[in-house]
Protein backbone atom coordinates (compact mmCIF):
# COMPACT_ATOMS: atom_id res chain seq x y z
CA UNK A 1 0.00 0.00 0.00
CA UNK A 2 2.78 2.22 0.88
CA UNK A 3 4.14 2.22 -2.63
CA UNK A 4 0.96 2.58 -4.17
CA UNK A 5 0.57 5.52 -2.83
CA UNK A 6 4.19 6.69 -3.55
CA UNK A 7 3.80 5.95 -7.02
CA UNK A 8 0.36 7.67 -7.76
CA UNK A 9 1.73 11.01 -5.22
CA UNK A 10 4.33 10.85 -7.55
CA UNK A 11 2.14 10.79 -10.82
CA UNK A 12 -0.23 13.28 -9.79
CA UNK A 13 3.22 15.31 -9.15
CA UNK A 14 4.82 14.90 -12.72
CA UNK A 15 1.40 14.55 -14.44
CA UNK A 16 0.85 18.90 -12.79
CA UNK A 17 4.71 19.45 -13.28
CA UNK A 18 4.96 18.63 -16.57
CA UNK A 19 1.87 20.17 -17.70
CA UNK A 20 3.21 22.74 -16.86
CA UNK A 21 6.85 22.73 -18.08
CA UNK A 22 5.22 21.86 -21.34
CA UNK A 23 2.92 24.62 -21.33
CA UNK A 24 4.00 27.75 -19.46
CA UNK A 25 7.71 27.12 -18.80
CA UNK A 26 7.23 26.55 -15.22
CA UNK A 27 9.54 24.41 -13.00
CA UNK A 28 8.27 21.38 -11.93
CA UNK A 29 9.27 22.01 -8.24
CA UNK A 30 6.00 24.65 -8.08
CA UNK A 31 4.01 21.09 -8.13
CA UNK A 32 6.30 18.59 -7.09
CA UNK A 33 7.85 19.86 -3.98
CA UNK A 34 4.25 20.49 -2.19
CA UNK A 35 2.81 16.76 -2.67
CA UNK A 36 5.82 15.12 -1.71
CA UNK A 37 6.23 17.37 1.25
CA UNK A 38 2.58 17.24 2.14
CA UNK A 39 1.53 13.39 1.35
CA UNK A 40 4.88 11.86 1.55
CA UNK A 41 6.36 13.47 4.56
CA UNK A 42 9.23 14.24 2.49
CA UNK A 43 11.61 17.27 4.33
CA UNK A 44 11.27 20.43 2.31
CA UNK A 45 14.59 20.89 1.23
CA UNK A 46 14.89 17.62 -0.26
CA UNK A 47 11.54 17.65 -2.09
CA UNK A 48 12.93 21.15 -3.51
CA UNK A 49 15.38 18.92 -4.98
CA UNK A 50 13.47 16.32 -6.69
CA UNK A 51 11.27 18.92 -7.77
CA UNK A 52 14.47 20.37 -9.99
CA UNK A 53 15.83 17.22 -11.24
CA UNK A 54 12.73 16.00 -11.98
CA UNK A 55 12.65 19.50 -14.30
CA UNK A 56 16.17 18.74 -15.83
CA UNK A 57 14.77 16.11 -18.24
CA UNK A 58 11.64 17.90 -18.71
CA UNK A 59 12.91 21.41 -19.29
CA UNK A 60 15.30 19.16 -22.07
CA UNK A 61 12.37 17.55 -24.18
CA UNK A 62 10.47 20.53 -23.94
CA UNK A 63 13.02 22.71 -25.22
CA UNK A 64 14.17 20.26 -27.91
CA UNK A 65 10.29 20.26 -29.29
CA UNK A 66 10.12 24.01 -29.05
CA UNK A 67 13.17 24.38 -31.27
CA UNK A 68 11.63 22.02 -33.77
CA UNK A 69 9.15 24.36 -34.78
CA UNK A 70 11.76 27.13 -34.47
CA UNK A 71 10.46 28.82 -31.21
CA UNK A 72 13.32 28.55 -29.15
CA UNK A 73 15.88 32.05 -29.29
CA UNK A 74 19.63 30.43 -28.07
CA UNK A 75 21.87 33.14 -28.74
CA UNK A 76 20.18 35.56 -27.08
CA UNK A 77 18.59 33.12 -23.83
CA UNK A 78 22.68 32.55 -23.29
CA UNK A 79 23.35 35.83 -21.53
CA UNK A 80 20.67 35.23 -19.32
CA UNK A 81 21.21 31.49 -18.78
CA UNK A 82 25.02 32.55 -17.16
CA UNK A 83 23.46 34.93 -14.84
CA UNK A 84 20.78 32.51 -13.85
CA UNK A 85 23.70 29.96 -13.06
CA UNK A 86 25.52 31.61 -10.68
CA UNK A 87 22.68 33.03 -8.79
CA UNK A 88 20.50 30.05 -8.64
CA UNK A 89 24.05 28.32 -6.42
CA UNK A 90 23.48 31.53 -4.30
CA UNK A 91 19.95 31.17 -3.94
CA UNK A 92 20.09 27.65 -3.40
CA UNK A 93 22.51 28.42 -0.59
CA UNK A 94 20.61 30.58 1.30
CA UNK A 95 17.53 28.89 1.38
CA UNK A 96 19.71 25.80 3.01
CA UNK A 97 20.00 28.41 6.20
CA UNK A 98 16.24 29.08 6.38
CA UNK A 99 13.25 26.95 7.78
CA UNK A 100 11.21 24.69 5.70
CA UNK A 101 7.68 27.26 6.40
CA UNK A 102 9.72 29.91 4.83
CA UNK A 103 10.04 28.34 1.10
CA UNK A 104 7.83 28.07 -1.91
CA UNK A 105 5.12 30.67 -0.81
CA UNK A 106 6.46 33.46 -3.03
CA UNK A 107 6.09 30.93 -6.27
CA UNK A 108 2.31 30.25 -5.74
CA UNK A 109 1.33 33.64 -6.12
CA UNK A 110 3.50 34.32 -9.17
CA UNK A 111 1.80 30.90 -10.86
CA UNK A 112 -1.65 32.36 -9.41
CA UNK A 113 -0.82 36.12 -10.80
CA UNK A 114 0.53 34.73 -14.35
CA UNK A 115 -2.29 32.58 -15.11
CA UNK A 116 -4.77 35.91 -14.53
CA UNK A 117 -2.47 37.46 -16.97
CA UNK A 118 -2.98 35.17 -19.90
CA UNK A 119 -6.41 34.97 -19.65
CA UNK A 120 -7.39 38.97 -19.29
CA UNK A 121 -4.31 39.93 -21.10
CA UNK A 122 -2.98 37.67 -23.68
CA UNK A 123 0.12 37.77 -25.16
CA UNK A 124 0.14 38.43 -28.54
CA UNK A 125 3.34 39.68 -29.70
CA UNK A 126 4.53 38.44 -32.74
CA UNK A 127 8.23 37.51 -33.73
CA UNK A 128 8.62 40.51 -36.09
CA UNK A 129 8.20 42.52 -32.89
CA UNK A 130 9.86 40.51 -30.89
CA UNK A 131 12.99 41.39 -32.92
CA UNK A 132 12.91 44.96 -33.09
CA UNK A 133 13.76 45.50 -29.28
CA UNK A 134 17.17 47.09 -29.39
CA UNK A 135 20.03 44.89 -28.51
CA UNK A 136 21.34 47.26 -25.86
CA UNK A 137 17.97 47.45 -24.06
CA UNK A 138 17.49 43.37 -24.03
CA UNK A 139 21.22 42.83 -23.25
CA UNK A 140 20.83 45.27 -19.88
CA UNK A 141 17.06 43.84 -19.16
CA UNK A 142 18.21 39.62 -19.25
CA UNK A 143 21.20 40.53 -16.77
CA UNK A 144 18.81 42.03 -14.19
CA UNK A 145 16.26 39.41 -15.31
CA UNK A 146 18.57 36.72 -14.88
CA UNK A 147 19.90 37.70 -11.57
CA UNK A 148 16.55 38.20 -10.08
CA UNK A 149 15.91 34.52 -12.10
CA UNK A 150 18.53 32.90 -10.65
CA UNK A 151 18.31 33.91 -7.34
CA UNK A 152 14.79 32.83 -6.84
CA UNK A 153 14.96 29.51 -8.58
CA UNK A 154 18.09 28.50 -6.01
CA UNK A 155 15.68 29.79 -3.13
CA UNK A 156 12.51 28.34 -3.15
CA UNK A 157 13.31 25.69 -6.17
CA UNK A 158 10.32 27.25 -8.23
CA UNK A 159 8.95 30.26 -9.60
CA UNK A 160 12.62 30.28 -11.95
CA UNK A 161 10.30 29.62 -14.95
CA UNK A 162 7.49 31.84 -13.97
CA UNK A 163 9.78 34.69 -13.72
CA UNK A 164 11.21 33.86 -17.01
CA UNK A 165 8.83 33.78 -18.64
CA UNK A 166 7.37 37.51 -17.09
CA UNK A 167 10.76 38.78 -18.18
CA UNK A 168 10.69 37.27 -21.62
CA UNK A 169 7.35 38.46 -22.31
CA UNK A 170 6.54 41.74 -20.41
CA UNK A 171 10.36 42.97 -20.54
CA UNK A 172 12.03 41.79 -23.71
CA UNK A 173 9.18 41.46 -25.52
CA UNK A 174 9.02 37.95 -26.73
CA UNK A 175 6.56 36.43 -28.34
CA UNK A 176 4.87 33.19 -26.03
CA UNK A 177 5.64 30.54 -27.68
CA UNK A 178 9.26 31.61 -28.16
CA UNK A 179 9.28 32.75 -24.51
CA UNK A 180 8.21 29.35 -23.46
CA UNK A 181 10.77 27.63 -25.48
CA UNK A 182 13.30 30.10 -24.39
CA UNK A 183 12.57 29.60 -20.66
CA UNK A 184 12.61 25.85 -21.10
CA UNK A 185 15.84 25.87 -22.50
CA UNK A 186 17.41 27.82 -19.74
CA UNK A 187 15.46 25.92 -17.18
CA UNK A 188 17.18 22.80 -18.27
CA UNK A 189 20.23 24.12 -16.73
CA UNK A 190 19.05 26.21 -14.27
CA UNK A 191 18.00 22.86 -12.59
CA UNK A 192 20.45 20.88 -13.21
CA UNK A 193 22.20 23.38 -11.48
CA UNK A 194 19.71 23.77 -8.54
CA UNK A 195 19.05 19.77 -8.12
CA UNK A 196 23.26 19.19 -8.13
CA UNK A 197 23.40 22.19 -5.17
CA UNK A 198 20.01 20.95 -3.29
CA UNK A 199 21.37 17.27 -2.94
CA UNK A 200 24.92 18.19 -2.37
CA UNK A 201 24.31 20.53 0.48
CA UNK A 202 21.48 18.31 2.17
CA UNK A 203 20.53 15.23 1.25
CA UNK A 204 19.99 12.17 -0.70
CA UNK A 205 16.24 11.55 -1.64
CA UNK A 206 14.22 8.04 -1.82
CA UNK A 207 15.72 6.64 -5.52
CA UNK A 208 11.96 5.41 -6.51
CA UNK A 209 10.52 8.65 -5.63
CA UNK A 210 13.13 10.57 -7.87
CA UNK A 211 13.25 8.18 -10.56
CA UNK A 212 9.06 8.09 -10.09
CA UNK A 213 8.80 11.30 -10.70
CA UNK A 214 10.98 12.32 -13.24
CA UNK A 215 9.74 9.82 -15.79
CA UNK A 216 6.41 11.01 -14.78
CA UNK A 217 7.22 14.92 -15.75
CA UNK A 218 9.49 13.88 -18.44
CA UNK A 219 6.17 12.38 -20.16
CA UNK A 220 3.87 14.92 -19.70
CA UNK A 221 6.28 17.55 -20.82
CA UNK A 222 6.81 15.74 -23.88
CA UNK A 223 2.84 15.49 -24.52
CA UNK A 224 2.16 19.53 -23.50
CA UNK A 225 4.83 20.71 -25.87
CA UNK A 226 3.44 19.16 -29.00
CA UNK A 227 0.35 20.32 -28.15
CA UNK A 228 1.64 23.90 -27.36
CA UNK A 229 3.61 23.88 -30.62
CA UNK A 230 0.26 22.85 -32.95
CA UNK A 231 -2.31 25.63 -30.89
CA UNK A 232 -2.92 29.65 -31.68
CA UNK A 233 -1.40 32.05 -29.63
CA UNK A 234 -4.64 33.18 -28.67
CA UNK A 235 -6.20 29.67 -27.44
CA UNK A 236 -2.00 28.94 -25.93
CA UNK A 237 -2.39 32.02 -23.78
CA UNK A 238 -6.19 30.95 -23.20
CA UNK A 239 -4.44 27.54 -21.94
CA UNK A 240 -1.54 28.45 -20.23
CA UNK A 241 -3.31 30.98 -18.21
CA UNK A 242 -5.94 27.82 -17.24
CA UNK A 243 -3.11 25.54 -16.34
CA UNK A 244 -1.54 28.10 -14.32
CA UNK A 245 -4.51 28.74 -12.52
CA UNK A 246 -5.26 25.06 -12.14
CA UNK A 247 -1.76 24.19 -10.50
CA UNK A 248 -1.76 27.44 -8.52
CA UNK A 249 -5.08 25.78 -6.79
CA UNK A 250 -3.70 22.64 -6.00
CA UNK A 251 -0.70 24.09 -4.57
CA UNK A 252 -2.66 26.10 -2.38
CA UNK A 253 -4.93 23.24 -1.20
CA UNK A 254 -2.27 20.88 -0.72
CA UNK A 255 -0.24 23.64 1.58
CA UNK A 256 -3.49 24.70 3.58
CA UNK A 257 -5.72 22.47 3.15
CA UNK A 258 -4.71 18.77 4.04
Known amino acids: MELLIKILVCFVAGAGAGIGTGFAGMSAAAIVSPLLITFLGIPAYTAVGVGLASDVLASAVSAYTYKKNKNLDIKN ?37 LGVK ?16 PKKTRIIKSVI ?37 TSVFIMTFTALTGAVSHFSIGEMPDLATLIL ?9 RIAAVIANK ?20 VIAVNYIF
Do not use: D, H
Open 213 to 221: CMIFTLIWA
Open 118 to 133: FIVKPVMTTKENMESV
Open 145 to 181: GGVLIGFICGFVGAGGGMMMLLVLTSFLGYELKTAVG
Open 77 to 113: GLLMMACVLVFTLVGSWVSSLLPNTVMGNFSVFMTLL
Open 231 to 250: AKPKTLNRVTGIVLLSISAV
